[in-house]
């Protein structure tokens, strides 16, 4: 009972109370709401950037940030669609995409890791530069007439009644809570976060941590993007513009904090369900889209500023119950 209580009054018990009161409020105000197509549709018209959140996690606990995955996104979705275009056979198009994301994610951390350089100034101008390319590449175009087989990966259930990026998500969850929470890797992620130096004095291999990290990122986020390809069954430059403020506030509302060492996948998690459920309820009462931008803008302030405030408000208790 005592354990219970302790978790209650935890991040994660705030943020369980938050989502039980969302979801509350949008049953009240959609009877549609509850319905299992509106369920799914929950999850799959976010899927792309909860499997984001996962590896973002990773980073923002060791210490860093990616600021460059919704272009990165972008990037292999474009340059599917261009190989494509040109008559390359789709898998090997779908390779070549994971490829260069990757290579987007090892060029970020050769940057940070090995030449020290901040990761918010290189992955800012990743999100720049990536984008860029990627508009390059199909200019003002749409492009689409992909293989039925793959619109239906995007399109269609594949297990049950879930596709195939659901799968890929719940696969990748279970993966990342066994390195974050029961490997060596997963202890250098925190270490590293909690005091570089101290990890490094301690025998970590920082640089290789950090740069496998970015490297994961960039893997990932091009895989979220050929799924959105194959979801929207059309590319265009601008695929996944904007993505990087959910991904975030996902992570930091989940009380990972954006210093590094601290956070679970846990209040992640609850992250994603109430941000997707807020977002959810938002569109079924027809709250405009530049509206719930404004709100996860707001959240994503939150999320930064409560955990910092309840941290001083503890102090502050514990300092006066202690005896002068």
Same mark, same amino acid.
């Given at each position: 009972?005592?354990?219970?209580?302790?978790?209650?009054?935890?991040?994660?018990?705030?943020?369980? #109370?938050?989502?039980?009161?969302?979801?509350?409020?949008?049953?009240?105000?959609?009877?549609?709401?509850?319905?299992?197509?509106?369920?799914?549709?929950?999850?799959?018209?976010?899927?792309?950037?909860?499997?984001?959140?996962?590896?973002?996690?990773?980073?923002?606990?060791?210490?860093?940030?990616?600021?460059? *995955?919704?272009?990165?996104?972008?990037?292999?979705?474009?340059?599917?669609?261009?190989?494509?275009?040109?008559?390359?056979?789709?898998?090997?198009?779908?390779?070549?995409?994971?490829?260069?994301?990757?290579?987007?994610?090892?060029?970020?951390?050769?940057?940070?890791?090995? *030449?020290?350089?901040? @990761?918010?100034?290189?992955?800012?101008? &990743?999100?720049?530069?990536?984008?860029?390319?990627?508009?390059?590449?199909?200019?003002?175009?749409?492009? &689409?007439?992909?293989?039925?087989?793959?619109?239906?990966?995007?399109?269609?259930?594949?297990?049950?009644?879930?596709?195939?990026?659901?799968?890929?998500?719940?696969?990748?969850?279970?993966?990342?809570?066994?390195?974050?929470?029961?490997?060596?890797?997963?202890?250098?992620?925190?270490?590293?976060?909690?005091?570089?130096?101290?990890?490094?004095? @301690?025998?970590?291999?920082?640089?290789?941590?950090?740069?496998?990290?970015?490297?994961?990122?960039?893997?990932?986020?091009?895989?979220?993007?050929?799924?959105?390809?194959?979801?929207?069954?059309?590319?265009?430059?601008?695929? &996944?513009?904007?993505?990087?403020?959910?991904?975030?506030?996902?992570?930091?509302?989940?009380?990972?904090?954006?210093?590094?060492?601290?956070?679970?996948?846990?209040?992640?998690?609850?992250?994603?369900?109430?941000?997707?459920?807020?977002?959810?309820?938002?569109?079924? *009462?027809?709250?405009?889209?530049?509206?719930?931008?404004?709100?996860?803008?707001?959240?994503?302030?939150?999320?930064?500023?409560?955990?910092?405030?309840?941290?001083? #408000?503890?102090?502050?208790?514990?300092?006066?119950?202690?005896?002068?």
């Amino acid at each position: 009972m005592e354990w219970v209580w302790r978790r209650l009054r935890s991040w994660e018990g705030l943020l369980l #109370v938050i989502l039980l009161a969302v979801v509350a409020i949008n049953i009240t105000q959609s009877p549609a709401y509850l319905g299992l197509g509106n369920q799914m549709n929950l999850f799959q018209l976010s899927i792309e950037k909860i499997i984001i959140a996962l590896v973002m996690t990773l980073i923002i606990i060791n210490g860093e940030i990616d600021l460059s *995955v919704a272009s990165i996104m972008g990037l292999a979705a474009c340059i599917l669609a261009a190989l494509h275009a040109q008559g390359v056979a789709l898998p090997m198009a779908i390779a070549a995409a994971l490829a260069a994301g990757a290579l987007c994610g090892a060029f970020n951390g050769f940057w940070i890791a090995y *030449v020290g350089l901040p @990761s918010l100034a290189v992955t800012l101008a &990743g999100l720049i530069g990536y984008r860029g390319v990627a508009r390059i590449l199909l200019e003002d175009r749409s492009i &689409g007439d992909f293989p039925a087989w793959f619109n239906r990966l995007g399109q269609q259930p594949l297990v049950g009644p879930l596709p195939l990026a659901l799968v890929l998500f719940l696969v990748l969850l279970v993966l990342a809570v066994i390195i974050l929470q029961s490997s060596a890797f997963g202890r250098y992620v925190y270490v590293i976060g909690n005091n570089r130096e101290v990890a490094r004095y @301690s025998g970590v291999r920082v640089r290789r941590v950090k740069w496998l990290l970015f490297v994961a990122s960039g893997f990932v986020a091009a895989l979220a993007g050929l799924l959105l390809a194959a979801r929207l069954g059309a590319v265009r430059g601008n695929n &996944g513009d904007g993505f990087e403020l959910d991904i975030i506030t996902m992570v930091l509302l989940g009380g990972v904090s954006v210093f590094g060492g601290t956070g679970t996948l846990t209040g992640v998690g609850l992250a994603i369900l109430i941000i997707l459920n807020l977002r959810n309820g938002m569109s079924l *009462v027809n709250i405009t889209s530049n509206t719930q931008t404004g709100v996860i803008g707001a959240l994503l302030i939150l999320s930064v500023l409560l955990p910092n405030l309840a941290q001083r #408000v503890r102090l502050g208790w514990r300092a006066r119950s202690t005896p002068a």
